[in-house]
């Protein structure tokens, strides 16, 4: 089954394809980074305004992608989800109608193979369930789910409290279901989609690597939460479980990446959540790619 033609990039021959589908925009309410004072971001004169909010806050956005390789469709992170318990009210007890958003476009639930969640937080893992008759179900019914052992040892003990009651409405169902995975990154889903890890925000923090012919790109999970960061990889994100090791890993990950053609989506960026990292001395700067990406010959 191939997904509707509405992609964020694709390979020249089509055999990779991601697209993506936003639940919803959060306009700078979130203390972020604590960093990212209007006037520290002023001083970054690449940052362009859609990444900003009107008051010159963070603009973020919850999104998933389709990555769609070998034929085999891999979902990577499932955002919030619907009726769920967490503390972060603004985003408990959703009722939206993401789930006919996915399907529009061009997603059949059942015919999604790989689900990958990045780490264990509450936008990461919503959609990984539904909630049917009162019952927690996987809305992907073929999918298996694919998190870090690591990662799920953390949240069991760390996270899933501090963020209400997720491992039990969206882990637990799949593990029951069989359906779940435990993996070690590096771990590669096929020869064009390996999980990487980027420890930092979490300790079994990982991000999507899909590398095909020329085609380099890196889905970052929340290893970066915003541009700005690529400007000052040591701000920390209020949410980084390891401060220093967040920024290590921002750092590596941006060395590796920037002037290599690589394309870098940013998992909460806005617009089209996707560029290249350009490096400028000891500095880091971003270019926008257009709307949609197709590889050039
Ligand atoms: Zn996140």
Known sequence: ?????????????????????????????????????????????????TFLSEKQGLEIVVQLFVIESND??????TCIGNHKDLTYLPWANKQSKFLEKIQAAGVVQTEVDYIVC???HLD????????????????????SYIFSEKEFQHAKKYENKLHGNIIEESINPVIKSGQAMFISPPYSIDNNVT???????TPGHTSVVVNYNNLNIIITGDMIH??????????????DFDKDLSIKTRRRILEKN??????????????SSFGQIIKDGDKYAFDILCENYEQKD
């Open 195 to 201: 999980i990487i890890g980027t420890p930092g925000h």
């Open 72 to 77: 085999k469709i891999i979902i990577v992170d």
């Open 258 to 271: 920037a002037g290599q053609n690589s394309i870098l989506i940013g998992s909460h960026f806005s617009g």
């Open 118 to 120: 990045t780490h264990i």
């Open 124 to 143: 990461h893992i919503g959609w990984n369930t539904t909630k049917i008759n009162n019952v927690w179900e996987p809305t992907f019914p073929n999918a």
């Open 1 to 49: 089954m191939k997904t509707t033609e509405n992609y964020l990039i694709r390979s020249n021959d089509n055999k990779i394809k991601i697209k993506r589908v936003i639940e919803t925009t959060n306009r700078g309410t979130l203390p972020l980074i604590p960093n990212a004072t209007p006037d520290n971001l002023k001083k970054i004169p690449w940052l362009d305004q």
């Open 226 to 239: 915003h541009p700005c960061q690529i400007a000052c990889p040591d701000w920390n994100s209020y949410y």
